[in-house]
């Protein structure tokens, strides 16, 4: 997975923490956590496919068949997505969305807060109807061109 675009650098609050925009785990991620939630049946079985062939020390995640369904299944019974415990990062939280159009996950979009400034447990409260909204309006001009 990679990232396309991000308000990290210009961002009013610095988190000071190095940007990975690419190669980013799909298991791991909040990002990739979250497009795998929302992709097809389709989608996530060669997503799934995929990784059980890589080398990637991340990727092998995917070879517990049972924890990746029961996380996915969490994902879409929370609405979002969070990291996993090889992407936590002291100093900040952050949840996910998938972005879906036409039946198939096209992207994922997140909100990264600084844990003193809000407790992990408060950013869905915060946040997450603005986020699905967006990605909504997201999904909606993807469709439009």
Do not use: W
């Not at 070879?63 to 929370?78: G, K, S, Y």
């Amino acid at each position: 997975m990679t990232i396309r675009a991000t308000t990290r650098l210009t961002a009013p609050i610095q988190l000071n923490e190095p940007v990975n925009t690419t190669g980013l785990s799909l298991i791991e991620s909040d990002f990739g956590r979250a497009f795998l939630a929302v992709a097809s049946d389709d989608q996530r079985r060669r997503i799934l496919a995929m990784l059980l062939r890589s080398n990637r020390p991340l990727d092998r995640e995917a070879h517990d068949i049972a924890a990746v369904d029961a996380m996915l299944q969490n994902v879409r019974t929370c609405g979002y997505a969070v990291r996993g415990r090889h992407y936590d990062v002291a100093r900040s939280s952050t949840i996910a969305v998938g972005i879906v159009v036409n039946g198939e996950a096209v992207g994922s979009l997140n909100v990264i807060c600084r844990r003193r400034a809000i407790p992990a447990t408060d950013i869905p409260l915060l946040f997450l109807k603005e986020l699905r909204q967006t990605a909504a309006e997201i999904a909606k001009e993807i469709t439009r061109t």
